[in-house]
């Protein structure tokens, strides 16, 4: 059931299973599993994901290619509320391994929050990133193009920039270097520092050598109508014509309520095993917060290798189920 303010109070005694960090694609196909497979579970969701900006989902097979990642995850969310799983809008802010069982602290409401404890048995975290997207004073102006021909995933959207005038927008010298991988999908791309960092002499060079002009000109807006990006204009004045772009500035992980826990990380990501559990035995990561690729199809996938190796441990530990009557009665 959905759970708010005023009806969490019955779920507090209650010990899940499986409570899921995250109601994105993976952590509602977590859901679902655990649900099927007659676990009880909690599904907590801080609203505003990743998938949630996807304009639409041109590489999701079977699905029309202008479904929108909301209406993938509002039906997600209608199919593991239908397998009578708990559903809480929140911020979860700690975890403590208190042994067999984990705390989970969670901020319920923006204004006038309340910080219930619930916990589980198992934790999976499918709390995912979101992408930095350029700082403009207008960020209106951002938002009217960023999932739509403002794309920030090369390997979900590189087939929609093919061969089109498209702007590298980056904040580091390292991330210019997304331009020698783009440059497979179109050579025409022009790199966008915004005179966030400083660009050496090689790097001027290798740019100059694949014929990629750079400019360090800070943006004044994006150009466009109709959610479709055109160009941008600069604080100079001057204009560049775009048919599209690819922001590049990194992402900001949700990972800040596992730092208290004994796991281990590549840099941001948490190493898992092939069933995506971390190095601890009872917490999994699914999706983007787990070394791999960023896609919404691994994420699904993550989801139900998670849940499967939860509901395998909980299984082979319980007692068999007997048919008691057919027992006491066999020739009934």
């Known amino acids: 059931m959905k759970l708010s303010k005023k ?8 010990v899940y299973d499986a409570i899921v960090v995250g109601g994105g694609a993976g952590g509602l196909s977590a859901g679902i599993y655990l649900q099927r497979y007659r676990l009880s579970s909690l599904v907590v969701e801080k609203g505003r994901g990743r998938s949630f900006w996807m304009q639409d989902l041109r590489n999701y097979l079977g699905l029309p290619p202008d479904t929108p990642g909301r209406t993938l995850l509002q039906q997600g969310q209608q199919h593991y509320l239908s397998l009578n799983g708990d559903y809480l809008m929140g911020f979860v802010e700690e975890v403590r391994d208190e042994g067999e069982i984990f705390a989970v602290k969670i901020k319920v409401g923006k204004q006038e929050s309340i910080y219930p404890v619930f916990r589980a048995r198992y934790l999976i975290a499918a709390s995912g990133i979101i992408d930095y997207l350029p700082q403009l004073e207008d960020m209106q102006n951002v938002y009217d193009y960023a999932g739509y021909n403002l794309h920030v995933c090369l ?4 087939y929609e920039m093919a061969d089109k005038k498209c702007g ?16 497979w999908f179109t050579p025409y791309i022009t790199v966008f520092t915004q005179g966030l960092c400083e660009v050496g002499a090689e790097m001027r060079q290798k740019l100059q050598d694949h014929g990629f002009p750079l400019v360090e000109t800070p943006i004044q807006k994006f150009l466009g109508h109709d959610h479709e990006m055109t160009g941008v204009e600069l604080t100079d004045g001057s204009t560049v014509e775009l048919e599209t772009g690819l922001v590049a500035m990194g992402s900001h992980y949700y990972n800040e309520y596992l730092k208290g826990l004994d796991l281990e990380w590549q840099g941001s990501n948490l190493v898992t095993d092939s069933m995506c559990r971390t ?4 917490v999994f990561a699914v999706g983007d ?3 791999g690729i960023n896609q919404v199809s691994v994420a699904v996938a993550d989801g139900t290798l998670a849940a499967t190796a939860i509901w395998r441990e909980i ?4 007692s068999p189920r007997r048919w008691e009557e057919h027992l006491a009665n066999p020739k009934s």
């Open 168 to 183: 590298l927008f980056v904040n580091s010298e390292s991330a210019i270097n997304t331009a020698f991988v783009l440059n």
């Open 289 to 291: 917060l787990k070394v």
């Open 7 to 14: 009806n969490l109070e019955q779920r507090l005694d209650h």
């Open 315 to 318: 299984r082979r530990a319980a």
């Open 155 to 158: 390997i979900c959207d590189g």
């Open 279 to 282: 190095s601890h035995p009872r």
